[in-house]
């Protein structure tokens, strides 16, 4: 008898001991990706936390590594980073020109140029920040904090989506790939709406900190842009360009028989897949300022015949002359800016390729 409820207790005792294995693997196994969560990537632990040492990582911001950051929250990185990159402390001044935000950062990042609101006083500080926001945010905060540096870099662009990159974005986007801050998500590709995880916005804020840091006076443009795409792009234009050569002049025309100066361009452009406004004064607009000496095949070109207001585009060819549809009565054709009327009205340049 006593020998059976020995046997009894044991088989009790095994049963309890296995559920409490059960249990704890259970339970661990179910704490298992909240640890993870909280523990950088492999690829981003050395410079997260040389983020933490040099202070531009918010508490707030040390957990959940992976999942994406908001618009607030970057807001708290940028002020951070501006901090560390001037040695100077951001100010609060002025009303809080948000309403749906009371965050301090927010509004000094606001102050220094650094964000912007979505419309109507809102912020939309919860919103996950692309990857097209984060590359002009950090832009401006390095703006803010080195003015004294030269940002006339001619920006040029390598990812196959280029068309997708907003034009307000592409500045930034290319400034930040030349100096090696920012890369693409593979294929060639930016991916300008995806979101940014926190890891990944904490090594971008550190990447460009360590730039200033190594830099004297300026940051140096260490890679260039161009790429088979747009070699591609500009070899297209030039056949392009030669089907529409001694084509009439009309008021209003787009093609395919006729055109006036800005539906030239329109339809061309159009053809690669890059949509402009209808108009030369809009055209004026979108794309990167570029000076006249720096003029490259594929520029928009703009006339000014008073001086001031935008009349006239064409398409810059190279060897000092562009191709336009001048006037009622004339064809598409070359015609020099180096020398006579254009020569004197020309007003400014943009590049969109």
């Known amino acids: 008898m006593k020998n059976r409820i020995d046997k009894l207790n044991l088989s009790f005792m095994f049963i309890i001991l296995a559920i409490a294995i059960i249990v704890q693997?259970?339970?661990?196994?179910?704490?298992?990706?909240?640890?993870?969560?909280?523990?950088?990537s492999d690829w981003a632990k050395v410079e997260i936390d040389r983020a933490r040492k040099i202070n531009i990582l918010p508490d707030k911001l040390q957990g959940e590594y992976r999942s994406n950051i908001t618009r607030e929250e970057f807001s708290e990185v940028a002020v951070k980073l501006y901090e560390a990159m001037s040695g100077k402390e951001g100010i609060l001044q002025g009303e809080n020109p948000f309403k749906d935000t009371q965050n301090i950062k927010v509004r000094i990042a606001?102050?220094?140029g650094i964000v912007q609101g979505i419309g109507d006083g809102e912020f939309a500080p919860n919103d996950a920040i692309t990857r097209q926001e984060i590359s002009v945010m950090l832009y401006r905060t390095l703006q803010a904090a080195k003015p004294e540096y030269n940002y006339s870099y001619a920006n040029e662009y390598i990812f196959n989506d280029y068309n997708m990159i907003s034009l307000w974005a592409r500045e930034a986007v290319g400034y930040l790939y030349g100096i090696e801050i920012i890369n693409g998500v593979g294929?060639?590709?930016?991916?300008?709406?995806?979101?940014?995880?926190?890891?990944?916005?904490i090594v971008l804020a550190k990447r460009i900190n360590d730039k200033v840091l190594l830099s004297k006076n300026n940051l140096v443009v260490s890679r260039a842009g161009t790429s088979r795409r747009e070699s591609a792009m500009k070899l297209k234009l030039?056949?392009?360009?030669?089907?529409?050569?001694?084509?009439?002049?009309?008021?209003?025309?787009?093609?395919?028989?006729?055109?006036?100066c800005s539906g030239l361009v329109y339809s061309l452009y159009g053809k690669l897949g890059?949509?402009?406004?209808?108009?030369?004064k809009s055209q004026a607009k979108?794309?990167?300022?570029?000076?006249?000496?720096?003029l490259t095949y594929g520029d928009l070109v703009f006339f000014a015949r008073d001086g001031k207001n935008i009349n006239h585009v064409g398409i810059y060819v190279g060897n000092g002359e562009f191709v336009h549809s001048?006037?009622?009565?004339?064809?598409?054709?070359?015609?020099?800016?180096?020398?006579?009327?254009?020569?004197?009205?020309?007003?400014?340049?943009?590049?969109?390729?």
């Open 187 to 201: 294929d060639n590709l930016f991916n300008p709406v995806g979101n940014t995880s926190r890891e990944e916005a």
């Open 110 to 112: 606001s102050n220094l």
């Open 274 to 280: 890059i949509s402009l406004p209808r108009v030369a």
């Open 238 to 260: 030039e056949k392009l360009i030669s089907q529409e050569m001694g084509k009439p002049y009309q008021w209003g025309g787009t093609g395919s028989d006729s055109y006036d």
């Open 25 to 40: 693997i259970t339970y661990a196994d179910s704490a298992l990706p909240l640890r993870n969560e909280n523990v950088p």
């Open 326 to 353: 001048p006037q009622t009565g004339d064809v598409v054709k070359n015609t020099t800016l180096m020398s006579g009327y254009y020569a004197k009205c020309y007003y400014t340049a943009r590049r969109v390729l």
């Open 286 to 294: 979108v794309g990167t300022y570029v000076s006249k000496e720096d």
